[in-house]
């Protein structure tokens, strides 16, 4: 895995491991751009993001690590932000970083990923459920904020399917994306979970390379263990579909690698 833009630190208080052990192991597993993207404060689920006035260490502490390691790997700064209505910081817009991942984790509010609130799919409409939450991913690619779209369909996660064809539920948000210029990733921790599937799926990623939308790669590692998790799996995914490039961000400018 040549990039690796989606990784976390336990700032987030549901990660594990100190920086510098990230930043080996993605040199251990021949990865050349390694990005941290924690997941930014907002003041809603507050215990699972780092605190504002974190930000400035956590900043730092990327900065470190990148002229500390300059000539072996190449260390980029992001934030994981949660498209949500009302809840999105400024000061985390406000800085400047290599880039921000755009994700959905919350459908009016209900955190659909947690397996603490699993029990809300017994109450609602599948197919309705899937139609929200690409409308939401097409709200936050209208909105202009984000330069990668994380996890596409991070809703399968517990194998809650659509009846409904997938592709015709996520077209507009596909388009969106495209009219945003945006980038997905592809991500690998859809493998660890229940739905045992990387983010997105094949039948996704055909459409996205229809779409001609740029790709990017994220291990979305929460542990040491899981950077470069299926690192040639995910790749020959890519190439098998079609894509022989992908993305990486420097200050919010894409630049273009093979595969």
Known sequence: MLVDLHNHTTLCNHATGNMRGFVEKAISQGVKYFGFSDHAPMNFDMEYRMKLSEMRFYENQVKLLKDEYAGKIEILLGYEVDFLDGFIESAVLNSKVDYFIGSVHFINKWGF???????????????????????????????????IVGHLDLLKVFKFLPKKDIKMLALEAIKEIKKA???????????????NEQYPSRELLELIFEHDIDITFGSDAHSIEQVGFMRNEIIDLAKSVGFDRCVVFKNRDKEYLKI
């Open 113 to 147: 990923d947690n397996p603490e609130y699993i029990k809300e799919y017994e109450n609602k409409d599948i197919d309705l459920i899937w139609s929200d939450y690409f409308e939401a991913i097409s709200n936050m690619a209208k909105s202009g904020l984000f330069d």
């Open 181 to 195: 210029n945006m980038v997905v990733e592809l991500n690998v921790a859809g493998l660890r979970k229940p739905i």
